[in-house]
């Protein structure tokens, strides 16, 4: 079964340009979550969705945003980059369900390490 | 809101020696899961226990253990005959129920400072 996979896995960008991230969930997971970790903030949740509609939003600027697809496949932007923007981005999946084996764990991608110069 | 506290920024073990990290968690939810995560130098999180509210039965698995207490919102994990693979950060996370259409999810997380563990040969 294959896991989580986040694109990309690395990637530069200078102020002010936007970046878009990109993220598979496993297949019949119905939720994707995004975090974003940096050394100071630790981990912070940006948003969920559960079948192309946010279902949570984090304590985060507009600039945030993100989608989800049919498929589940989700991405997220962020536009007018800042420095701090600089992060590692946690993408993650689960599949929802009381009682059921598994359910409700979030399954982690690799993430895509962001730096902003 | 909810949050939740690891008070051990650092620990430091000689291998097979016994290591619990603690959590404390904070949440005005009737229903939510409990989870430790561990993140190796790679990068990516790996699940390792989940507990839900509603069961305080506490459980081992394998080198694995932990303790969970309603009445002191404590959540404290602890590895046996630690090993030099052990060495990773620690994150206690508690998660929060959504529900909408389509049904309830628990996809957004609070997470713990984290717990950096370090296990020397």
């Known amino acids: 079964k294959a896991g989580v996979t986040q694109t990309p896995r690395y990637l530069i960008k200078t102020r002010g340009q936007q970046v878009t991230l990109s993220c598979s969930p496993i297949s019949g997971h119905r939720s994707v979550s995004w975090y974003q970790q940096t050394p100071g903030q630790g981990l912070q949740f940006l948003f969920e969705y559960f079948s192309e509609t946010q279902r949570n939003k984090g304590n985060f600027p507009g600039r945030f945003s993100g989608r989800q697809f049919s498929n589940s496949r989700s991405e997220m932007n962020v536009s007018t980059l800042e420095l701090g923007d600089s992060a590692l981005y946690l993408c993650?999946?689960?599949?929802?369900?009381?009682?059921?084996?598994?359910?409700?764990?979030?399954?982690f991608g690799a993430g895509s390490r962001l730096t902003v110069l | 809101a909810q949050k939740v506290t690891q008070a051990q920024t650092e620990i430091s073990v000689v291998e097979k020696e016994d290591v619990t990290l603690d959590c404390v968690y904070e949440t005005r939810d009737t229903t939510y899961y409990l989870f430790w995560y561990k993140q190796p130098p790679s990068g990516e999180l790996v699940f390792l226990i989940r507990?839900?509210?509603?069961?305080?039965q506490n459980e081992i698995s394998g080198r694995y253990s932990w303790n969970f207490q309603k009445s002191t919102s404590s959540f404290n994990f602890t590895i046996t005959a630690s090993q030099v693979v052990d060495s990773a950060v620690y994150f206690c996370a508690l998660s929060e129920e959504s529900s909408g259409a389509g049904g309830t999810s628990y996809g957004k997380l609070t997470f713990g400072q984290g717990t950096i563990l370090t296990v020397h040969p």
């Open positions: 993650a999946s689960s599949s929802p369900g009381r009682g059921v084996s598994g359910a409700n764990v979030l399954t």
């Open positions: 507990r839900n509210s509603f069961d305080e």
